[in-house]
């Protein structure tokens, strides 16, 4: 038997001590790679959000529900309805600094059958819309007919199929792309099929708690700020001369979902660390243990001719072998359990989620595989060094 | 003791939390109005196959010249569960229902980490038989 061999036999020879360390080193990896491909999926859920909200300030209904709801919109995927008078709008397009100003309806649907869940219905201008429109375009190029409607890749309806709303029958013409955020589950049609359904919810009995007509109700305007001015001036310009709304900058409005996402990020990286510390003192004492177990057969294999080097290079190469089939491990056993969980855990969180790219997915798993093989190196390096300080005729006599 | 028991041991391990979970914390949900939706039935017939599996892995255990063919049988019965939730049985179609964000991963993991156990017991047993 050659002796680039040895290290496998020794490995396969004692099957229970190989699959203890390469548990361990399995768990260190699992949680390093589950850890950072959660945070990672928040991160990128944060950052699509942002994407898609593209506006600098956002006129609401100035009830105190309609901002929680707006939010649980955006975050979590829950429906909410809260309308004002469309005249903000035109009061918003004429306070100074404001770009553009597009306005947006909301309305939710029934649950319908067993399996349907409430969907967001929204209702945009599609001339003046700088929000949901460029992200309607990448998947549908034409204009949005009367009762056409868009869905996000949340919901059921496939495009051709007819999705029923209120008794209304609408055609669903495109699926948007997705962005781990609640406005997956939304569904997009204009604002003149947004009237025909809210007039078709107020003849099933859903009120709208406003008494204008529903022609002239929207429930968000969305603000774009002229290159120049300042967001916060036009914030408080708005929040002062327009009558029962609230204007909320849309940074701020999500500064405590960016807060909840440090937060999580501390704890999942603590635990990291805890697991590495505590994952590097195990394999420390395991591979001591070791050692100490197999001084005698490491005496024969000096006595044989084997120079202290070619016995720190087997051990390392077990530690390596076992680092690396750990890792390989770990990683899968991480990979199984958050890919095929993806919408299970951003419905638990309630906060924006997103799979990063391949790409990144597979960095991750290439610094977790170095980072584990590091650990298990410098276990394997310490362990060797102490067995090169041993005297191969002293420990043929132990026991003796 | 044979190495050939430890596959089984796992197996029975494995198909007791598919019996567990098919009716408790993996189960679909209840539908409000009393009705049994395919996913219902899906988490029935996951019931069943763990029932099998379960018995399979019993017998693995308590028979020795049969254990080879016993993981052998466990081996289509895996495939068997990994196929039927959203695959031979439909789901609710939206992926935010608990039948397809839960039950259908978990089940899929079990069943394919089920399929892993008995091919490994199959081949441990026949390493011995040589």
């Avoid at chain 1, 962005?179 to 099933?204: F, I, N, P, R």
């Avoid at chain 1, 002062?240 to 990020?265: C, E, N, P, W, Y």
């Avoid at chain 2, 089984?8 to 939706?37: K, N, R, W, Y």
């Avoid at chain 2, 039935?41 to 599996?53: F, N, P, S, Y």
């Amino acid at each position: 038997m050659g002796a680039s061999r040895l290290p496998f036999k020794n490995l396969l020879r004692k099957p229970g001590r190989t699959a203890a360390l390469l548990l361990l080193t399995a768990l260190l990896a699992a949680a390093v790679f589950g850890g950072s491909l959660v945070i990672g999926s928040l991160r990128s859920g944060l950052d699509s959000l942002e994407a898609r909200l593209g506006a600098d300030i956002i006129v609401l209904p100035s009830s105190a529900e309609s901002k929680v709801s707006f939010k649980n919109i955006l975050l979590q995927g829950t429906t909410g309805a809260f309308y004002m008078d469309a005249s903000v709008l035109d009061q918003v397009r004429a306070a100074q600094g404001v770009e553009i100003a597009a306005p947006q309806t909301f309305l939710a649907s029934l649950k319908a059958d067993c399996c349907a869940v409430k969907v967001q219905i929204i209702g945009i201008d599609p001339e003046t819309d700088f929000i949901v429109k460029p992200w309607i375009d990448e998947s549908y190029s034409h204009e949005l007919g009367d009762m056409e409607v868009v869905v996000g890749c949340n919901v059921t309806a496939g495009v051709g199929e007819t999705l029923k709303i209120y008794d209304q029958h609408t055609h669903v013409v495109a699926r948007l792309a997705e962005t781990g955020t609640g406005l997956d589950t939304a569904v997009y049609c204009s604002l003149d099929t947004m009237k025909k359904l809210l007039a078709a919810a107020e003849a099933k009995g859903v009120t709208h708690q406003i008494s204008s007509d529903t022609d002239d109700l929207i429930s968000a305007v969305y603000v774009k700020v002229k290159d120049g001015w300042d967001v916060g001036l036009v914030n408080t310009w708005l929040n002062g001369h327009v009558r029962k709304v609230t204007a909320v900058r849309a940074r701020s409005m999500f500064t405590d979902v960016s807060d909840s996402l440090a937060g999580i990020s501390r704890a999942v990286t603590g635990l990291i660390g805890a697991v590495w510390a505590l994952a590097l003192i195990v394999l420390l004492i395991a591979f001591a243990m070791m050692i100490h177990e197999r001084r005698r057969e490491f005496a024969v294999l000096r006595l044989l001719g084997v120079s202290r080097r070619g016995l720190r290079a087997e051990i390392l190469a077990e530690t390596g072998l076992c680092s690396l089939a750990g890792a390989l491990l770990g990683v899968g056993i991480a990979a199984a359990g958050v890919f095929p969980f993806t919408t299970l855990i951003e419905t638990r969180l309630g906060l924006p989620y997103l799979t990063p790219s391949a790409v990144t997915v597979l960095r991750l798993a290439s610094v977790t595989l170095l980072a584990t093989l590091l650990v298990g190196g410098v276990a394997g390096a310490w362990a060797a060094a102490r067995l090169s300080r041993v005297d191969p005729g002293v420990a043929l006599r132990e026991g003796e | 003791m044979k190495k050939s028991i430890i596959p089984a041991c796992a197996m029975l391990a494995l198909s007791l939390v598919v019996i567990a979970g098919s009716q408790t914390f993996l189960a679909p949900c209840a539908h409000e109005d009393g009705s049994l939706g395919a996913c219902h039935w899906a988490g029935q017939a996951l019931l069943g196959e763990g029932c099998l599996l379960a018995v399979l892995a019993a017998a693995a255990l308590a028979l020795k010249k049969e254990r080879a063919g016993l993981y052998l049988a466990m081996i289509p019965s895996s495939i068997l569960g990994i196929c039927t939730p959203g695959g031979l049985i439909a789901l609710c179609k939206a992926p935010t229902m608990r039948c397809r964000m839960l039950m259908r991963p978990a089940m899929i993991i079990l069943f394919a980490a089920m399929l892993v156990v008995a091919l490994t017991g199959w081949l441990l047993t026949r390493r011995e038989a040589r």
